[in-house]
Nanobody, 113 residues
């Protein structure tokens, strides 16, 4: 089970930190990703972090978003800076490449212009 939190309403240029807690005992073995889905669009990968901490980002968020993880807390984070209105979406986490958890409700991020 996944529980994403930290979303909200923010002005363009603002920041948010998202958290996603996962149940189970295998969190540390997996690579994790943050995904987002805007209204009327397909879900897209925003950032990913491997089991050994390697990171990669979508080109659109490089330099503004940072993904991190805390294996002791079974939690993955997404720090977002300089948010843009077009980044309004529901943000989800799941395992990377092959999502193995049910997606859950995600957390809504609304960026006002």
């Amino acid at each position: 089970q996944l529980q994403a939190s930290g979303g909200g309403l923010v002005q363009a240029g603002g920041s948010l930190r998202l958290s996603c807690a996962a149940s189970g005992r295998t969190f540390s073995r997996h690579a994790w990703g943050w995904y987002r889905q805007a209204p009327g669009k397909q879900r897209e990968l925003v950032a990913a972090i491997s089991s050994d901490g390697g990171k990669n980002y979508a080109d659109s968020v490089k330099g503004r978003f940072t993904i991190s993880r805390d294996n002791g807390k079974n939690t993955v984070y997404l720090q977002m800076y300089s948010l843009k209105s077009e980044e309004t979406a529901v943000y989800y986490c799941n395992t990377y490449l092959r999502p193995i958890y049910a997606w859950g409700q995600g957390t809504q991020v609304t960026v006002s212009s």
